[in-house]
């Protein structure tokens, strides 16, 4: 059966979490093996589904069935500018929906013009993480959500800045009494991420051809990009890379060639931990839809995926890939592109300003 | 006939357009008279249909009829941030959807956070207005769409930057030539406006509590926007904002409080045209949505909407506004905010960069 073949190779994998075991348990209740009458999985499947898993299809619906009103205002909130000190910076400013809930810029441009220090990663799938950030440090997407608001080179705004705003605005204000209903003071600032977490706990993209080969249908990948997921594993691409998210677990040193030329390296987690080991440690990032966020590694300072390949097998796995490994490679890498949900793309119209709405400040 | 006794109304109003009397006499087709066994139109809905006229209802639908592969062109050029020099601002940035097509800011942020020079107007209802741009520079929202794309204010691009752009991607290839499918070059700079235009002429905002008054529903506005709307035309406001667009249409000499205060003044029309006549001479805006896009006048300098309708009626009237008065017509004004189309809140999905692709220029 299958769930006995592909459990230990799950298990083999340090960084899943348990949120790929209860998915992959739901899984096989409706993959049927060969005894029910469906198809059997392939090899190259059943090798597949012992590092990751297929995006649960019912995340949206069940988040909208479960807590329609905090996702609702979740996403308001995830829209609103205003809750920047300029009044100008959203978090869909940097994790732009239209573009795979990432801005393609080497880094971001915040208040002021300033560049943030790392690329900005999307927000698509991000909350099947076991962490938030690069350097991993907040534990899930409640929690960061929140700081790059307060951040001053990012929304630069206070939590009293934030408070004001939304407490300005009649509808905020029933939004959060009915959302947090429960709870003494329901606009609180962590409510904000609350809320915005629940946004993004909706924001998983199935179907890529990938995610449907994993589901059961052999024929969604090209031959190309069979092959390639043959290499990407024979080299161990997925000894990092695995999980639901194939990646969004493990931490990994790694210095960028445009670092070590320079000779100036993000000290990565260590800024965080000051443990040794931590020194230039990041998080391994996803590639789910990586062939649309670049650019790539975590000083955004290489564009193209086919480099951002041979740089990363060099230097995590000591191998030196050939032309052809390298293009079937990225052709299965351009199959993890998945569908964003339409409810994602919808802008919210936004409440109005009142007297009490704090102004904008430019500087 | 309710024709033969609006139509000298419409023409005693200097700023209607053609546009606003093929309106009318489609809406008399179906807005019938008494005679038809229908309501009769109260003397306030008689008074209003004289001086303006219900915005179209089949703008959209009819648009999307005619040419739905140039509007979706159109929407994705509005939200596609790689038309500007760093890759990060799109219309949208200032034109913002949830917002009512503005940016809510006294002055628009733009490349390396420079600020422009005027408020920037709603694109909502803007295909309606006689001119573009405050003061009246380009004839249509064709033209006026290009022009920011390349102001070093704004989004700081060249022409060439933006066919270098869009040359690079196959989708916009295509899109060009399956749109301008007649021409010899279809990508050219001027047909990026022509598709922003197309997208901006369905961006009408009908269904607000007075156009439903205006079509024929008299319990549309309640007691005391009725009350503000006699006002309103007592002291006269429909002589500049008349129209479809209540505005869009006359040039209206005008300083702010704060430009006179400072003793920097805007010279409006003047610096294009040079005449001493224009100096200090602005369009004047549209009142539609009036209560979503604020800060108003044309720096941007006062928030509040009683405030600015204090200063117009003074400044403009001669009119010193009875508290009453001001409360009513700030009531009237209210009753203005209309429907944005659900299709321009859909934000559509950008294609992917290649390496052809120019990259994004920070300074």
Redo the contacts between chains.
Sequence with gaps: MMHLRTHPGLKSVLIISPFVLVMAALLFSHCAGPDDGEEALTGLQEKALAFTAPLPEDAFEDGMERCEERIELGKMLF?E??LSK???ISCN?CH?????GV????VS?GH??Q?GPRNAPTVLNAALHNSQFWDGREPDVESQAIMPILDELEMAATEEHVLAVLGSMPEYVDRFERVFADEEDPMVYENVGVALGAFERILLTPYSPFDNFLRGDADALSDKEKQGLQVFMDVGCQSCHGGAALGGGAFAVFETPAERESGESDLGRFDITGNELHRHSFKVPSLLNI??T?PYLHDGSV??LGETVDIVARDMLNEELTEEQNEQIVAFLKALTGE?P?YA??????P??T?ETP??G?D
Tied chains: 1, 2.
Aim: net charge positive.
């Design positions: 829209f500018p205003r300029s009044g100008l400013t732009n929906m239209s573009t795979f801005d393609q810029l080497p441009i002021m013009w560049k062939a649309q670049y564009w193209s964003i339409a793309l919808e802008k919210p119209i936004l109005e300003s007297p102004r904008p430019f």
